[in-house]
T-cell receptor, first 118, second 108 residues
Framework: GAVVSQHPSRVICKSGTSVKIECRSL??????MFWYRQFPKQSLMLMAT?????????EQGVEKDKFLINHASLTLSTLTVTSAHPEDSSFYIC??????????????FGPGTRLTVL | GIQVEQSPPDLILQEGANSTLRCNFS?????LQWFHQNPWGQLINLFY???GTKQNGRLSATTVATERYSLLYISSSQTTDSGVYFC??????????FGKGNQVVVIP
């Protein structure tokens, strides 16, 4: 149980285009999902917290107009990188909290999406 | 914000050896999790352990919340244990703060 999927797993795009990444909780409902960014050989940095049916909360320094987050249902959150530039190239990882699970504080992570902007 | 420090940053082990990874945190926490990130980037939940001791096979973890540290023990290490181990903590605001990780390489 507690499986989180991401799609796509890898994407290469041209500078200036927008890229959408999906995060789904497959076997549980998640009122809260999180988006992280990880640069090579570094730790995970929280970008934003996504709550179903409400606006996302962004961490300091994260541009909300650049990284659009939508959490339309209890099993799906999307991150759209708008007008992507090479410096946006990174590994993006989502996580979801198992709302109904016995351990409601546990976060489960997706497999990540590697974005390369040319 | 809360600070999370992991040590050692890098560790090379001979297969079959035991090891201990440490996570220190700067404030009281509601949640502490240990993860293993495999070479493909997937974070695998190892333990949810805000306090106490847990064991799962060759892995075990202990968190002493009053002293603000957690330990992850790997016994009889195998090459599949290679990867980065992350400790992450949360203070009750839903936001996990990650340490910089322990890079573990197990040599056959």
């Amino acid at each position: 149980g507690a499986v989180v999927s991401q799609h796509p797993s890898r994407v290469i795009c041209k500078s200036g285009t927008s890229v959408k990444i999906e995060c789904r909780s497959l076997d549980f409902q998640a009122t809260t999902m999180f988006w992280y960014r990880q640069f090579p050989k570094q730790s995970l940095m929280l970008m934003a917290t996504s709550n179903e049916g409400s606006k996302a909360t962004y961490e300091q320094g994260v541009e909300k107009d650049k990284f659009l987050i939508n959490h339309a249902s209890l099993t799906l959150s999307t991150l759209t990188v708008t007008s992507a530039h090479p410096e946006d190239s990174s590994f993006y990882i989502c996580s979801a909290r198992d709302f109904w699970g016995q351990r409601t504080d546990t976060q489960y992570f997706g497999p990540g999406t590697r974005l390369t902007v040319l | 914000g809360i600070q999370v420090e992991q040590s050692p940053p890098d560790l090379i082990l001979q297969e079959g050896a035991n090891s201990t990874l440490r996570c220190n945190f700067s404030d009281s926490v509601n949640n502490l999790q240990w993860f293993h990130q495999n070479p493909w980037g997937q974070l695998i939940n190892l333990f949810y352990i805000p306090s106490g001791t847990k064991q799962n096979g060759r892995l075990s973890a202990t968190t002493v919340a009053t002293e603000r540290y957690s330990l992850l023990y790997i016994s009889s290490s195998q090459t599949t244990d290679s990867g980065v181990y992350f400790c992450a903590v949360e203070r009750g605001d839903n936001r996990l703060a990650f340490g910089k990780g322990n890079q573990v390489v197990v040599i056959p």
